[in-house]
């Protein structure tokens, strides 16, 4: 399930003081290098026990144990309401690092429950695409060329990370995340 969906994140476990974290649309698989991060909305209805370990359906909770306090159904509509290029855009951001240095577990690896913690500035669709359109550019720019980079391309790639970090610290200010 988590290879099959239309896009996802592929977040490098060992990363050192920032984090790694690149785009996946042509279904690649995932090893334990990294951590897959995949939107609730595009596990709906997938029913396995890995998942009902961590949340359920309402109509999964046994009667007599308490009301989960969240849902599957609460984390899918959630997810509805973000883009997977812009959740890269703040992951791979100056304030994702920051945070991340300030609490994650140890300072070599980065743990899923260390990004599920992540903060996410709760913006409309709008302020979204202008994320999206920095991160399409960028993951363009690897698409187009080979790698390791020419000069020029690294000097691109390096303009266009600095603009997408502005406006993610823009976004994160204005909302007070």
């Known amino acids: 399930e988590l290879s099959s969906v239309p896009e996802k994140l592929l977040a490098m476990k060992v990363s050192g003081r920032l984090p790694r974290v690149v785009y996946d649309d042509l279904q690649l698989c995932c090893t334990d290098a990294f951590c897959c991060c995949v939107l609730w909305r595009d596990l709906r209805g997938v029913k396995n026990r890995s998942i009902r370990k961590t949340v359920k359906y309402r109509s999964e909770a046994s009667s007599s144990a308490a009301v989960p306090v969240t849902t599957r159904e609460e984390l899918e509509a959630i997810s509805d309401q973000f883009s997977v290029k812009y ?11 920051e945070w991340l240095n300030g609490r ?22 709008d302020k979204q695409r202008e994320v999206e359109k920095v991160v399409t550019s960028i993951v363009g720019l690897f698409r187009k060329n080979q790698i390791p980079l020419s000069e020029a391309q690294q000097e691109r790639l390096a303009a266009l990370e600095a603009e997408l970090n502005h406006i993610v610290v823009r976004l994160y200010s204005e909302t007070g995340c």
Request: charged fraction near 25%; avoid cysteine.
């Open 87 to 97: 959740l890269l855009g703040i992951m791979n951001s100056s304030v994702a690092a």
């Open 104 to 125: 994650r577990r140890n300072k070599i690896q980065l743990y899923p429950e260390d990004w599920k913690r992540l903060p996410i500035a709760n913006v409309g669709r």
